[in-house]
């Protein structure tokens, strides 16, 4: 199903095109397949979905150690909707190493699952993949990378195809792999005072440990040793709770089904997509190569 170089490969991150991390995953990466590196040109970490839409961007060519990449003048999401439409066709991208793990709610704040999520909107498979925010030497982790792409990325196992987005976290020395769910129960962001060289009062953003994580979760898996593998999805609807609302406390819905069956009309259409610009744009970048975008 490949062309015959094999699967097209984007690498990016969101700790700039010269974290070694970056090098290690696509080093691992180039066994799979054809690798482009494209990443930011600086550190973009905890930028999550954030795109640039009020400047143009630059493409520029430049090397880590013996690989050849580009690095952008923007966010991580930027390099991977860039990045594509550069290369033109990609078959799945991989987002890391990022040096620190990306578990619970730091999906949110995560430009490394960004890129990731971008690549999604654009109907592409994607892996985020975190290491320990210390790790020095990556060749510990590579075994564990290359079997996370051999799980995921190998052609005889049809239904592991289905986890478009898909959030790995990789402690020390791992003792195996587990699919994990999200931590949601415990939120690690703390605001910590301080004062500047003037004595005026500052504040830290930074995070506390978090105690008791349930069983099953990314952070549980982390904790226990234990690479995580959470398959993610960007529709974030609570079914549950629609449900419930529509039962419970219905508003027009009946009549609207009535008077506006269907899509909407055209001009409808296209005047709330001006009412959304330039914001709309994450969703309307799309690769000349890509015609059925699952989100
Ligand atoms: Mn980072």
Redesign the pocket.
């Given at each position: 199903m490949h062309s015959p170089e094999g699967m097209r490969i984007l690498v990016s991150?969101?700790?700039g095109v010269y974290s070694p991390g970056i090098a290690a995953l696509a080093e691992v990466a180039s066994e799979f397949g054809t690798v482009r590196v494209v990443a930011p040109e600086v550190?973009r970490?905890s930028t999550g979905h954030a795109i640039t839409a009020s400047r143009p961007l630059s493409y520029r060519a430049t090397r880590i150690g013996s690989l050849s990449a580009y690095r952008v003048n923007g966010t991580p999401a930027d390099c991977v909707a860039l990045g594509t439409h550069q290369w033109g066709k990609v078959d799945v991208v991989l987002s890391g190493l990022?040096?620190?793990f990306n578990l619970g709610h730091a999906i949110w704040h995560s430009?490394?699952v960004a890129a990731a999520k971008q690549a999604t909107l654009l109907g592409l498979r994607a892996i985020a993949l975190s290491v320990p925010a210390g790790a020095e030497t990556f060749d510990q982790f590579k075994p564990w990378v290359r079997q996370v792409l051999r799980t995921v990325l190998t052609d005889d196992a049809p239904a592991l195809m289905a986890p478009t987005l898909l959030n790995v976290n990789i402690p020390h020395n791992p003792r195996g792999l587990v699919w994990t769910r999200v931590s949601v129960r415990h939120y690690d962001g703390q605001i910590v005072p301080t004062t500047d060289p003037l004595g005026r009062e500052m504040f830290w953003f930074t995070v506390a440990p978090v105690k008791g994580t349930d069983e099953g979760t990314d952070r549980w898996a982390v904790e226990q040793g234990w690479v995580s593998l959470t398959p993610l999805r960007l529709d974030l609807t609570d079914e549950t709770q629609l449900a419930n609302v529509r039962t419970l406390v219905p508003l027009d819905e009946q009549v609207a089904a009535v008077i506006s069956p269907g899509p909407a009309p055209v001009e409808a259409a296209k005047a709330v997509q001006e009412d959304e610009a330039p914001h709309a744009m994450t969703g309307a970048v799309h690769s000349p190569t890509i015609s059925d975008p699952k989100v």
């Open positions: 991150n969101d700790d550190e970490s990022n040096l620190g430009g490394t």
